[in-house]
């Protein structure tokens, strides 16, 4: 497989669920993030990692709780989730954190709460 | 806080026609911008990077340019085709005092190119 992989593609669950998402890359990429695609608003950065550190968290609830276990893996662990988030869960990848390079995204997952 | 706007929202076509959809932005401090196309149901696909020291750049029929100073950038679709319907997004990178690789989003334009 090659560029950004996210799994699972759709996922429906109740506020009291735990779950968690799922991203890859077969890039060789040094830096990861999360972003949020609502229906009514533009994207939204939620996190990002740079060789497995974070060093960005743009003021998600705690109910979000991401780990990147490796440059290769990023996950979202879901917990007491709301109707509002319902929405597009992005990942994508940098090969570095810098502003001039381009980043990759995947197809991401498509979360409804219940 | 750098905001950015797409216009128009929604643009449908026939095939053929030249197309110009259009980006601006709040904060002229960027580092570079970047246009992506979004299939539904899909990620973003990357299609063009301008570095803020560019003033455009070109992939096949696609042309971008960028004007920092009055935060404005444009995207130039030539004899456009029905498979070129997508959602166009623009983002811009960097601003004073963000954190690097930071991406702002617009809200998108809408395409639709009939046959």
């Known amino acids: 497989e090659t560029g950004v992989t996210q799994t699972p593609r759709h996922l429906v669950m109740g506020m009291t669920n735990k779950k968690s998402l799922k991203c890859e890359q077969h890039?060789?990429?040094?830096?990861m993030y999360w972003y949020k695609q609502s229906a009514k608003k533009p994207l939204e950065l939620m996190f990002v990692?740079?060789?497995?550190?974070?060093?960005e968290n743009n003021s998600v609830p705690s109910r979000f709780s991401p780990e990147c276990p490796n440059s290769s893996h990023l996950f979202l662990h879901l917990h007491t989730l709301q109707p509002e988030d319902s929405a597009l869960y992005l990942c994508?990848?940098?090969?570095?954190?810098?502003?001039?390079?381009?980043?990759?995204f995947g197809d991401g997952t498509r979360l409804s709460i219940l | 806080k750098q905001e950015v706007t797409q216009i128009p929202a929604a643009l449908s076509v026939p095939e053929g026609e030249n197309l110009v959809l259009n980006c601006s932005f709040t904060d002229s401090a960027i580092y570079n911008l970047q246009w992506f196309r979004q299939d539904p149901g899909k990620g973003l696909t990357s299609l063009l990077l301008i570095q803020s020291s560019q003033r455009e750049q070109t992939s096949g029929r696609l042309n971008a340019s960028l004007d920092k100073s009055s935060g404005r950038s444009t995207l130039y679709i030539a004899a456009s085709q029905p498979g070129d319907s997508a959602t166009y997004l623009c983002?811009?990178?960097?601003?004073?005092?963000?954190?690097?690789?930071?991406?702002?989003f617009g809200r998108g334009t809408q395409l639709t190119v009939w046959p």
């Open positions: 990692y740079s060789l497995e550190e974070r060093v």
């Open positions: 890039l060789g990429h040094n830096a």
């Open positions: 994508a990848s940098s090969q570095a954190l810098t502003d001039n390079q381009p980043q990759h």
């Open positions: 983002a811009v990178s960097g601003d004073r005092g963000s954190t690097l690789g930071r991406l702002y």
